[in-house]
């Protein structure tokens, strides 16, 4: 889908650069997105390792699997070993290398003392500007709770103020995130590092996930352009906006498409799902006859590998102005018709070992929103679904996890009155709204046959909003 942001079109232009650079007007850099067939990475990797870690190989095995071109930095000696054992393609990095290498990637894991952060300092301090616009950062340390000491369980859960702060600082449409790796998660580093490196995460930025030992115990690394084949995924609400995206994504990446939206959308969605080699499934979530309805559709598929709760509506009245009804119905689609879906699906075994489910929540659900009680509870309640959920579901080898979108310009946001439109547009780190394709590919990061390791994670989708900070 096109942006509907015309103010992001004109200040990309000519006389719209000079006009609101002249006036000190927000000036927006278009997202280089991924595609197929296109190189993953916007230029050369410049990696950087603090003394002491032990992931050195894991790293350079996955950036050779992506075609990374390496840069060292001259404190990394390790880095510049293990990137020779590999056969990276691996140079020493120079300050001349301004505005050209792609991603900064720091391996921080090993740091347990302020002593230890002078390696972080020094590292970014002499690569940052070196990078491209569209640019990567990627931060990998130790989980907090794994820490040997609480001085080194502070350092690490401190890296995550120093990344969101770069997020603010660095903008030029640059992403950055924190990785937080637990013991085991080595293995499946991949498919994290391949979607946070690419054009994949374009509007992912302030985040941290932690990566742990895959709930299957299997790391697959699938040909990157057909991740999904041979797999089984239905989609809720994928007649158009962002269900519809993700049905086309995981449609692209070789993935057999189910579509489910309401009868009234039937059509729409058979057209939808024969273009994409799909099925359609017309029936309201909601419905008496649903959680049936949907396990007798996997049963017949021998079971779903992803599940994506994607339906959702909105119903927004002031609590005293709110009916009953607008209370009950936005409760019934958003939040008890997913979760009763899941412990239907997951009762009969009814999504395969290494499977995913994946709720859409919603940046309301984290920071509340005015006129969005019902709304904002039943997001924050699929948070909380995630939390008790993926312990219980990774015994079956699946796991649950959550997006949590910001501004994503679909009819959903194109309602919106104009000025809370434009200000929900702007204040982020990438000063303009989503695209439905960047809540897609999450999601397909998610659902990933290597990406067992996240497990009750929930990964906003939002250019780093200011809203819930
Ligand atoms: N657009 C945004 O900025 C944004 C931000 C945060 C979260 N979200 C969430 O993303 C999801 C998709 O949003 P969108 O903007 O594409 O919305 P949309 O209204 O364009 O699409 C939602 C789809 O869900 C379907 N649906 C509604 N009730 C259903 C039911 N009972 N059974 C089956 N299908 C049903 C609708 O028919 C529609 O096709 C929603 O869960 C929404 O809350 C969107």
Excluded at 67 to 74: D, E, N, S
Excluded at 124 to 147: K, M
Excluded at 165 to 192: C, F, I, M, Y
Excluded at 368 to 380: I, P, T
Aim: glycine share 12%; hydrophobic share 45%.
């Amino acid at each position: 889908m096109a942006s509907q942001d015309q103010y992001l079109s004109f200040s990309s232009s000519g006389f719209g650069k000079w006009l609101t650079g002249t006036l000190g007007l927000p000036q927006p850099i278009p997202l280089v997105r991924y595609r197929p067939g296109k190189p993953e990475l916007r230029g050369p990797v410049v990696v950087g390792a603090a003394p002491g870690s032990k992931i050195e190989d894991f790293l350079a095995s996955a950036l050779r699997a992506m075609g990374a071109v390496t840069l060292y930095h001259p404190d990394s000696a390790d880095w510049r070993l293990a990137a020779g054992r590999h056969e990276v393609m691996t140079g020493r990095f120079v300050p001349e290398d301004s505005g050209r290498t792609g991603a900064l990637l720091f391996d921080a894991t090993a740091i347990a003392d302020t002593e230890g952060l002078k390696a972080l300092y020094a590292f970014f301090h002499d690569t940052i500007r070196s990078l491209a616009t569209n640019g990567r950062i990627v931060v990998i340390g130790t989980a907090p709770e794994d820490a040997d000491s609480i001085e080194a369980a502070a350092i690490q859960r401190g890296l995550e103020g120093f990344t969101r702060s770069l997020g603010k600082e660095v903008r030029r449409a640059v992403a950055v995130q924190l990785v937080w790796l637990k013991p085991g998660g080595e293995a499946s580093l991949d498919s994290t590092l391949r979607f946070f490196l690419s054009g994949r995460s374009a509007y992912v930025s302030g985040q941290t996930v932690r990566v742990g030992v895959p709930v299957t115990g299997v790391v697959d690394r699938p040909d990157p352009a057909r991740s999904q084949a041979g797999r089984t995924v239905l989609i809720t609400g994928a007649s158009r906006g962002i269900g519809l995206s993700i049905a086309e994504t995981f449609a692209r990446d070789g993935a057999q498409v189910v579509l489910l939206d309401i009868p009234p959308a039937a059509s729409e969605l058979a057209k939808h799902a024969e273009r994409l080699g799909g099925a359609a499934l017309a029936l309201d979530i909601t419905s008496p006859d649903a959680q049936d309805a949907i396990a007798a559709d996997a049963a017949g598929r021998g079971g779903y590998d992803v599940v994506v709760h994607n339906a959702g509506i909105t119903r927004d009245k002031t609590i005293a102005k709110m009916s009953a009804s607008q209370w009950d119905s936005v409760l019934d689609v958003n939040f008890a018709a997913p979760l009763h879906i899941t412990e239907k699906l997951l009762v009969a075994k009814a999504i395969r070992p290494n499977g995913r489910v994946v709720f859409v929540s919603s940046l309301s659900g984290i920071a509340g929103n005015l006129g969005q009680s019902n709304y904002a509870l039943s997001k924050a309640a699929l948070i909380g679904a995630v939390g008790k959920l993926a312990p219980l579901a990774a015994t079956e080898g699946v796991t649950v996890n959550a997006v949590a979108p910001g501004f994503i310009e679909t009819q959903m946001t194109a309602a919106i009155p104009f000025a809370i439109r434009e200000a929900g547009r702007r204040m982020n780190s990438m000063s303009q709204g989503g695209l439905p394709v960047d809540v897609a590919e999450t999601i397909a990061w998610f659902a990933h046959p290597g990406s067992g390791g996240i497990n009750g994670a929930v990964v906003r989708v939002c250019g780093q909003s200011l809203l819930g900070a």
